[in-house]
């Protein structure tokens, strides 16, 4: 019992260490800046960095690398609690959600003088505060294969320089029987379809939101005209994901794609023939819109809590500096500066087609500045999937989107703050709660056995690590999990089971469960059954037993990351599934399996090849798994039954099966919760796309928390999937504990 | 007898496909790390460079290609008055070159003839060349003529490119730190291991023989952790990191990793089902409970240990979420976040992304492969012993 309380003390231990005074920085001491970017090659930042200090002695920069996928979510995490870095880069897009947090340092006053020499400072504002500086920028522009333009009798010359004149170059470029498409659509993912689609519907003259920004103003002639432009135009178009269709257009089986310049430097690396021209984006006629490509780019910004910003923001002029980004761009060759005045580098009289993205710079333009921006790009990419990939008519998917975006504008963002520490403390005292039930329910029971110290410690190890580490977090999520939480803004509210209520209610929810549920039951028959197949037959009396064990139990051992890069390929559209399938004279779809719209009951072509893969990559596991357990069989069993004449079937249906029944239900079991669970294949994958088909619901939780900020509604979406994995997990035993009871 | 052979010959082959039909990917994934460019369906074996086909002194064409992966220069040339020799020069990005002359290969310079002049890369000395580059690029090839006063033609000017290299694991490992991430990576997983190994036994154990208060709760909640996707924790284990100061340290990777309730599951269940008379009679002896634990629990246990240490293992090293979340340096990163970073740096240039993957990839197969003796060979004799 002593050691139980001891125990007790520990915890609250654990937390004063939360408020262990900050060291205060001396004079003398060095000042350490932390810096985190994703933008530019590590080396050579770290040699601009080096440069740095020897000028500004005294000044120790920490430099971080992140990645796109990833550096948003981290960079929230940090700032939700209080570890952010001094000096971040973030991507344009994020600006207002993270700027009217009011997380960023205001630096107005600092950049008057350098205003004038760089592009994107729109970007970079917000309710007419600056909070970043441009470093570089995300133009697109468009790519065009010549030998595919002469084939076909165009000018290879000169990229199309109209809308009508785009889509007859697509429309002759176009012979899908030869594996040959005029232009390409992204599609499939979460960024790259809205920033293909919103540079034509400001080329026609229409806009997202208003100019207050207050009302949606999608749903206008300008758009419609733009969406049933490209609707047309994805009949003579590759419809995929960017990262195919680079790898197309580098074979040279595509005739136009609109990318950003690291394409220059990614192409003659993929194809190192491929002939092909950089253009400005084709104009709409009869418009006078001014604007028809994307502005997109990378600033650098400073958190408020940051204690250098004086030092912070001389960093951040030292590498915005026409010098200093030169450097990186001449070596990394796949980024754009931000500045206006590097035109006439020599640099660009080397690569005339590197100019092409500064050019298209001055008619670009950024999407709004608005806090719930990277939702509203969600609904974009939505609408615009929807067209292209599915029946629908644009008119009515318009209206759909803007009624969609619309409701996000109008939700009421008033909620209470409190700080991580009150959470922190409210678990700890729910913890505490906890362990005390856990105390009366033993008290009811008068028999129980003589408590003895020893086999706490027996348990203790695990016992430590799950209390900090496991009930925890777990406690803390459930609390959550009854609250309004947005991690950015530490806002705090309870709202007693609404989350909940609001999941059940919710469309998307439903579609998602229903993915996983799928997902689940096409796997797990397969993966036993398979394993279990396998198994049997490995344990024959055959030759290179080992062989066969270890050649089928590799996979099992490669990470989810590089065994979902491997699958991304033989999904793709000229990949080796698809070159199977023509090998075999079997019609094949004409896109990658991974972005085909093709689906039935919801159940899509991407789900049911993540499937095939994730039944690939464990079967494996459960075939050893059985092997071990056939070792337990006794022989004599079979012995007895050859010499009563039986079959192969019958050995196995009276023998193995019955033998193997508690491994099978263990594999089964562990099968079943890791299928419910799936997250990182979907995540590596298909991001829950296309046109949400593949959103499971652990995806559904990482896109609510992560993209929409909804920190507690994505915490029920946890304990709502962990209340159907234990019904499952019960079934399961259940069941095959009947049937065996039945045949005693 | 013979009906048997038969079947046996029938599994033997089905076997094989099969076991040929789940390698496919991973034979994919080496065989396009060790390609020099392409995609991964398209091959490609030499790089035709288009130029003016006229009489020349100096000849300048941008090039824009890694020059380790390539194996020979060849093309045709003659001179206008013969005896010309010429010099190939190829330039970085930075002005750093290398060349060759003509005389190695050309006596007496050109003649008047279609001469077809074949250099291997070989022959350039390019440790100048790139100097502090994480590729050794040639923006530009310039060929001109340095002794002679003819000009000279030149026709079908192509490179060859290696059948195989190793430039792209050389990049790898030169790019970032990946030296240092495979360190992390081994150094995480076999703690985590070995801790898993130790812990999972003595826990299992006492939950498997001991009586204790709580018993049933807390095992209850054991398998209750097993059912709570671990994403709904991200915050506040970051959170927790935070506070305890953590972040960015072994602890953080190691520590939360250290006593898994799947192996604590698996022991308890392992144990229990060993006949209990072994230890009754060590106790009857005068044992105590740590002698228990060492010298019968655990050697009897060795089959089940060995599914704990893959299982922990190939998590450790495979893990991605936590050691992203939790690490903010290079020096801390383990090898899946190193990959993670690689594949979005450098686009998807197939031929890095995979040699990444081997690199990641392999150590574990061949620790299974190394092991996977005594893993079987622990599985059956143990659970058939039992």
């Known amino acids: 019992m002593r050691h139980i309380k001891r125990l007790f003390f520990i915890f609250p231990l654990l937390y004063t260490l939360n408020f262990t005074p900050y060291t205060a920085s001396y004079a003398d001491e060095p000042v350490t800046l932390t810096l985190w970017e994703f933008s530019a090659n590590e080396q050579l930042m770290r040699e601009l960095l080096d440069k740095f200090e020897a000028l500004n002695p005294g000044v120790k920069i920490n430099l971080q690398q992140l990645t796109w996928e990833y550096g948003l979510d981290k960079f929230i995490i940090s700032l939700a609690a209080g570890n952010a870095p001094d000096i971040c880069e973030l991507g344009t897009t994020w600006m207002a959600k993270i700027a009217s947090a009011g997380t960023l340092l205001d630096i107005t006053d600092d950049t008057r003088d350098i205003k004038g020499n760089y592009f994107l400072w729109e970007t970079a504002t917000y309710d007419n505060r600056i909070y970043g500086v441009p470093w570089l920028s995300g133009t697109r522009a468009l790519f065009y294969n010549k030998a595919l333009f002469r084939e076909n009798g165009l000018d290879a010359g000169y990229g199309p320089a109209t809308w009508q004149a785009l889509l007859t170059a697509a429309k002759k470029i176009h012979a899908p029987r030869k594996g040959i498409w005029g232009f390409s659509i992204a599609a499939g993912e979460a960024e790259s379809p809205w920033q293909q689609f919103l540079p034509f519907v400001w080329a026609s003259g229409g806009s997202v939101l208003s100019e207050d920004r207050k009302t949606c103003a999608l749903d206008s002639p300008e758009t419609l005209r733009a969406l049933e432009f490209y609707k047309e135009l994805s009949t003579y178009s590759l419809i995929e994901r960017q990262a195919q269709i680079n790898e197309l257009f580098a074979e040279g089986k595509v005739g136009m794609q609109i990318s950003g310049s690291w394409n220059l430097r990614l192409i003659p690396r993929l194809n190192p023939q491929l002939d092909f021209g950089v253009a400005l984006l084709p104009e709409c006629e009869n418009t006078s819109s001014a604007y028809n490509a994307f502005a997109g780019g990378e600033l650098f910004v400073i958190t408020k809590k940051s204690k250098y910003p004086k030092e912070a923001m001389a960093l951040i002029r030292f590498l915005t500096s026409k010098e200093n980004v030169m450097a990186l761009v001449r070596v990394q060759q796949n980024v754009v500066p931000a500045q206006k005045d590097v035109l006439q580098d020599p640099y660009y009289e080397q690569f005339p087609e590197q100019k092409v993205f500064l050019a298209q710079l001055k008619t670009a333009m950024g999407p709004p500045n608005h806090p719930q921006w990277t939702q509203i790009q969600e609904y974009i990419t939505g609408l615009v999937e929807e067209t292209i990939m599915t029946g629908a008519r644009p008119k009515a998917a318009l209206e759909e989107a803007s009624r969609k975006i619309e409701a996000l504008l109008q939700k009421e963002t008033k909620k209470t703050i409190v700080s991580n520490k009150f959470i922190t403390a409210l678990s700890i005292a729910a913890m505490l709660l906890v362990l005390f039930l856990i105390f009366l329910t033993r008290k009811k029971k008068p028999h129980a056995a003589a408590v003895s110290a020893k086999p706490f410690i027996l348990i203790s190890p695990w016992l430590l690590t799950f209390l900090a580490f496991g009930l925890y977090p777990l406690l803390y999520s459930i609390i959550i999990s009854f609250s309004k939480f947005d991690i950015l803004k530490s806002q705090f509210e309870f709202v007693g089971m609404k989350n909940y209520l609001s999941l059940l209610a919710d469309p998307d929810f439903h579609r998602a469960l229903w993915h996983t549920l799928v997902f689940s039951a096409g796997t797990v028959p397969f993966t036993v059954g398979l394993a279990l197949f396998c198994a049997v037959l490995i344990n024959r009396k055959i030759p290179f037993k080992q062989l066969y064990q270890a050649g089928l139990f590799v996979p099992v051992t490669t990470s989810v990351v590089v065994i979902a890069t491997v699958f991304t390929y033989i999904y793709s559209a000229n990949g080796l599934a698809n070159w199977v399938l023509d090998y075999l004279g079997i019609i094949r779809p004409q896109s990658s399996w991974l972005t085909s719209s093709l689906s039935w009951l919801d159940i899509s072509i991407p789900l049911l090849s993540i499937m095939a893969m994730n039944i690939w990559a464990s079967f494996g596991y459960y075939t050893i798994l059985f092997l071990a357990g056939l070792q337990t069989v006794p022989e004599s069993l079979y012995e007895v039954a050859a010499l009563d004449g039986a079959t192969e079937w019958q050995k196995f249906r009276f023998i193995t099966f019955p033998q193997l029944k508690p491994v099978i239900l263990l594999a089964v079991v562990l099968n079943t919760i890791y299928s419910l669970q799936v997250f990182p294949e979907i995540f590596t994958m298909t991001m829950g796309g296309p046109l949400g088909s593949t959103t499971t619901a652990v995806y559904y939780l990482y896109e609510l928390g992560f993209h929409r900020f909804e920190m507690g509604k994505a915490s029920s979406v946890a304990y709502i999937l962990s209340v159907i994995i234990l019904l499952f997990s019960l079934l399961q035993m259940r069941l095959l504990k009947t049937e065996e009871r039945l045949e005693e | ?386």
């Open chain 2, 1 to 386: 007898m013979r009906r048997s052979h038969f079947v046996n010959l029938l599994v033997v082959i089905l076997l094989t496909a099969l076991v040929m039909l789940t390698l496919t990917p991973l034979f994919l994934m080496f065989h396009t790390s060790i390609r020099p460019v392409g995609t991964l369906t398209k091959g490609i074996s030499r790089v035709q460079l288009a130029h003016k086909d006229e009489a020349i002194t100096v000849l300048k064409i941008r090039f824009h290609q890694d020059i380790r992966k390539f194996a020979s220069f060849t093309f045709l040339a003659k001179g206008s008055l013969g005896g010309e020799q010429f010099r190939i020069t190829l330039s970085d990005i930075r002005g750093g070159s290398c060349r060759v002359d003509s005389e190695k290969y050309l006596k007496a310079g050109l003649t008047k003839e279609w001469q077809e002049i074949s250099i291997p890369i070989s022959d350039f000395n390019t440790a100048e060349f790139a100097r502090g580059l994480p590729e050794k690029i040639a923006e530009i090839i310039t060929i001109e003529i340095t002794n002679g006063s003819g000009a000279m033609y030149i026709e079908g000017l192509a490179l060859d490119l290696k059948k195989f290299t190793l430039a792209n694991y050389i990049d790898v490992f030169t790019s970032g730190n990946f030296r240092r991430y495979f360190f992390n990576s081994a150094l995480i997983a076999a703690l985590i291991t070995i801790g898993n190994i130790f812990f999972c036994t003595i826990v299992g154990y006492a939950f498997a023989r001991k009586d204790f208060a709580f018993k049933q709760s807390l095992f209850l909640l054991i398998l209750a952790s097993l059912i709570i996707p671990p994403q709904a924790f991200i915050v506040p284990i970051f959170v927790l990191m935070k506070s305890i100061g953590w972040l960015n340290t072994y602890w953080a990777l190691i520590i939360p990793s250290l006593v898994q309730p799947f192996g604590i599951f698996l022991m308890k269940q392992y144990i229990s089902r060993l006949p209990a008379s072994l230890e009754d009679q060590a106790r009857v002896d005068g044992a105590k409970e740590r002698q228990i634990i060492f010298r019968i629990i655990f050697p009897l246990s060795t089959p089940a240990l060995a599914i704990v240490a893959i299982n922990t293992f190939m998590g450790a090293w495979n893990t991605f979420l936590f050691p992203f979340i939790l690490t903010n340096t290079a020096e801390m990163r383990t090898l899946p976040v190193g990959l993670a970073l690689f594949n979005t740096l450098q686009g998807a240039d197939w031929v890095h992304l995979m040699a990444a993957s081997s690199i990641t990839a392999m150590p574990v197969i061949l620790v299974f492969l190394a092991f996977q003796k005594h893993i079987i060979a622990g599985l059956t004799t143990g659970l058939v012993k039992r």
